[in-house]
């Protein structure tokens, strides 16, 4: 079936660096992407979404790549803290999906070394 | 406010039980979904429910099952436990079902069968 999935299962870097987290997706339907951040013992908390109809998209922090024609995903995050280790999962709701109906990557972990 | 609220946050099963869990979704949010999720893998999805309806459902075996309540709580049971089920069950709320709706996720219950 169709899915998402990451490139890199663990990114490990500097604090104050900026770290770019990858994501590919296989279903071309999709129209809504999100970004998730999940620390130890908590459900995911949701960083940024895109929709399919823009490219690029900034919050505090980060900011979400999407390249349809590729069907790539990426977060990156600015000056990166300690706070920001975690695992980050991409997640898809392809279009006529119900709302909160996810397809969720497998994971990559983040480990800021101060 | 109150976010998603699951319980319980722990639970030990002997294979062959059943179990209930449960989710209260953030308040004024409609749709309740339910996601399993085996550790070192990203959610995956079980069912959404929107007004009390099923609106979706994941691959799952019918051992799996939930409702939604009037006031849009929510239970997700599982019969005849095995020891695969064992995994994180994370609830997520949003306000409805449409695609683009971010989903709030709870801090999930942990099932351990043994």
């Known amino acids: 079936g169709e899915s998402v999935g990451l490139h890199l299962p663990t990114l490990s870097v500097q604090e104050g660096d900026n770290s770019i987290i990858n994501c590919a997706y296989s279903n071309s339907a999709s129209d809504y992407f999100i970004w998730y951040k999940q620390e130890s013992g908590k459900g995911p908390q949701f960083i940024i979404d895109i929709r399919s109809n823009m490219d690029k998209r900034q919050g505090?922090?980060?900011?979400?790549?999407?390249?349809?024609?590729?069907?790539?995903?990426?977060?990156?995050?600015?000056?990166?803290?300690?706070?920001?280790?975690?695992?980050?999962?991409?997640?898809?709701?392809?279009a006529g999906n119900a709302g909160n109906m996810l397809t969720f990557g497998g994971g990559t972990r983040l480990m800021v070394k101060p | 406010d109150a976010g998603v609220t699951q319980s319980p946050t722990h639970l030990i099963k002997t294979r062959g039980q059943h179990v209930t869990l449960r989710?209260?979704?953030?308040?004024?949010?409609?749709?309740?979904?339910?996601?399993?999720?085996?550790?070192?893998?990203?959610?995956?999805?079980?069912?959404?429910?929107?007004?009390?309806e099923e609106r979706g459902r994941g691959n799952?075996?019918?051992?799996?099952?939930?409702?939604?309540?009037?006031?849009?709580?929510?239970?997700?049971?599982?019969?005849?436990?095995?020891?695969?089920?064992?995994?994180?069950?994370?609830?997520?709320?949003?306000?409805?079902?449409?695609?683009?709706?971010?989903?709030?996720?709870?801090?999930g219950t942990r099932l351990t069968v043994v």
């Open chain 1, 60 to 94: 505090q922090r980060v900011t979400v790549l999407l390249n349809k024609t590729v069907k790539h995903l990426s977060l990156q995050i600015a000056a990166t803290q300690p706070g920001d280790s975690a695992v980050y999962f991409c997640a898809e709701n392809g």
């Open chain 2, 60 to 107: 799952f075996p019918d051992r799996f099952s939930a409702r939604q309540f009037p006031n849009y709580s929510s239970e997700l049971n599982v019969n005849a436990l095995l020891l695969g089920d064992s995994a994180l069950y994370l609830c997520a709320s949003s306000l409805g079902p449409g695609g683009g709706t971010e989903a709030f996720f709870g801090q």
């Open chain 2, 23 to 52: 989710c209260s979704p953030i308040s004024g949010h409609k749709s309740v979904s339910w996601y399993q999720q085996v550790l070192g893998q990203g959610p995956q999805f079980i069912f959404q429910y929107y007004e009390k």
